[in-house]
């Protein structure tokens, strides 16, 4: 039963390609630059560039199933090459904004929507994860927290309820090798709802020191954001956080519910990642 990961960079992706090699089951990652893949001993690697159907056949030859991050760009040609190689299931890394009412034309959904589309018309048995804000958003606040300077931020109180990355690779693991996931999309969220403030809150507290917040206009935001993303994607998570502002967040399907695990928590991932946060030197 060889799994093909793709994203096996990816934190969720190498995570469920190393608890899948533990556990003596035959892994291939994948990469558009497999040589640079630092993988454990026994673990192939192959060539998989989503948009590049060529590299398709022999990423794909033996493969049962297949963990999929999600791009549009030649997905009707991966699905036909995935049918032909004979694959029998694939764990869709999806997202919880497919959810949205305007999903088809959300600037954060409809790339996800699309490939949950084109899989479902392919015929291909799939499981969908959908999961909202992983706590590892918060590397965002790493360079101002490093720095000793306040994080800014348009909403400070907007609640998510954020899931840990391991979670996630947790229950992809189990839709690989089990049956009960087979065929279900599964919206995913960790245990807790927390406001920004919070979490930072918890980081500050794992860290020993103050981290302050800083409310800043909505424009201000959108100057900062629009460094490092294109402004209607910076608009759409913008209004979603205001909205968010108006209460706890919704707890969907968690390892407790799912597997019967604890979720891990935001505080677990903060402990985890501390040295992110740790005062630069400079």
Known sequence: MTVLITGARGRVGRAALDRLHAAGLPVRAASAEPAELAVPAGVATAELVLDRPETFPAALDGVQQVFLYPKPEGIGAFTEAARTAGVEHVVLMSSASV??????????????LHVEQALTASGLPCTFLRPDAFASNALGWAHPISQGLPVQLAYPDAHIAPIHPDDIADIAVEAFTGAAFRGLAVTLTGARSLTFREQLGILAEVLGREVAVETVTRAEAEQQMARFMP??????????????????????????????TPARSFRQWAVENAAAFALSKE
């Open 231 to 260: 402004p209607v994607v910076v608009g759409s998570l913008l209004d979603f956080w205001a909205a968010a502002c108006a209460g706890p967040a919704t707890i969907a399907d968690t390892t407790e519910t799912l597997l019967g």
């Open 99 to 112: 959810n949205a009412p305007d999903a088809e034309t959300h600037p954060l959904a409809a790339h996800h």
